[in-house]
């Protein structure tokens, strides 16, 4: 019912910026959280952010807090993650999600089987 699409993947500097947005389509009738996850090869998915509905709350993990922004606007049905002063460690495929049933967040949108939809994830290279 709802698809994910993202853009915004490539290559960066270390220290450089990325914006990756994550539209969605199909039937986005409900209100409900987005969140951003990354995975590197070999290891799991890692929780990035999360935004409730309002764009009001967000959560940030804690070894991305002041580097990455997580925002949306529900008028283009688009959420964002900002990315800046990145680092080599931060190379991975990034994901966004939603979670079709919640509209406020909580410490279990940190959790990646708390949503229901994810988009493609493209590709985050950071060269040194």
């Given at each position: 019912q709802v698809q994910l699409v993202?853009?915004?993947?490539?290559?960066?500097q270390a220290g450089g910026s990325l914006r990756l947005s994550c539209?969605?389509?199909?039937?986005?009738?409900?209100?409900?959280?987005m969140g951003w996850f990354r995975?590197?090869?070999?290891?799991?998915?890692?929780?990035?952010?999360?935004i409730s509905w309002s764009g009001?709350?967000?959560?940030?993990?804690?070894s991305m807090k002041g580097r990455f922004t997580i925002?949306?606007?529900?008028a283009k049905?688009?959420?964002?993650?900002?990315?800046t002063s990145l680092k080599p460690d931060d190379a991975a495929v990034y994901y966004c999600a939603a979670n079709i049933f919640r509209s406020e967040i909580s410490i279990t949108n940190m959790n990646d089987r708390e949503y229901n939809y994810w988009g493609q994830g493209p590709q985050v290279?950071?060269?040194?």
């Open positions: 993202e853009s915004g993947g490539g290559l960066v539209a969605a389509s199909g039937r986005t009738f409900r209100s409900y959280v995975q590197a090869p070999g290891k799991d998915r890692e929780f990035v952010a999360a009001d709350n967000t959560i940030n993990a804690d925002s949306r606007d529900n049905n688009t959420v964002y993650l900002q990315m290279t950071v060269s040194s």
